[in-house]
């Protein structure tokens, strides 16, 4: 009997598993391809969505992403069969946004949304807050990411917000090796 329960709940792990390796894909995405992002310097942000909005599963139609006012600069890069704009706010926030010219982002398909930026020139933790629609539904990547979960607060967030670490301009210097 012992071994038939720990069957059953190998079995349910795994499930659980499966489960949460998909909903963990189910979110907009920031890529460095490798470089850093450095205080005060400038860069390449790349946005990437999944997905379309799901349950429905249709395909994205238009991505809004916001830069905060130490940000800068900020401006979208061309993608195909989309149509790019950027607006600065009085607060200094940023706002890009791409709006499908076509058919848009398939659901069964992701897409890279690249941002040429001037990093901000503190170091930190940088959210930025991304509006996916799918025609009038929307998916809105700009929850905090969450302490454990208590009565007022779920975990995992839902849409969970995107984010970048921007590191120190400061180089580091070896440490000397005395004999």
């Known amino acids: 009997m012992n071994s038939r329960i720990r069957a059953i709940a190998a079995i349910a792990a795994t499930v659980s598993c499966l489960a949460v390796a998909a909903s963990a894909n189910a979110h907009g995405t920031l890529n460095l391809y490798g470089k850093n992002a450095i205080a005060n310097k400038s860069g390449t942000l790349t946005l990437?969505?999944?997905?379309?909005?799901?349950?429905?599963?249709?395909?994205?139609?238009?991505?809004?992403?916001?830069?905060?006012s130490t940000w800068r600069a900020a401006k979208p890069a061309a993608v195909a069969g989309w149509k790019s704009t950027v607006?600065?706010?009085?607060?200094g926030q940023w706002k890009l946004t791409w709006t499908a010219t076509g058919g848009g982002l398939p659901n069964a398909e992701s897409g890279d949304f690249p941002i040429a930026v001037g990093w901000p020139k503190k170091a930190g933790t940088y959210n930025t807050p991304t509006?996916?629609?799918?025609?009038?539904?929307?998916?809105?990547w700009k929850d905090a990411f969450?302490?454990?979960?208590?009565?007022?607060?779920?975990y995992p967030a839902t849409y969970p917000v995107p984010r970048v670490r921007v590191r120190s301009a400061a180089t580091r210097t070896p440490t000397a090796v005395t004999g």
């Open 87 to 91: 607006k600065r706010a009085a607060n």
């Open 146 to 154: 969450n302490a454990a979960a208590d009565g007022d607060l779920g």
């Open 131 to 140: 509006a996916q629609y799918c025609g009038s539904q929307l998916m809105d």
């Open 48 to 68: 990437t969505i999944p997905h379309g909005c799901l349950p429905e599963g249709s395909p994205t139609t238009r991505i809004i992403v916001t830069l905060g």
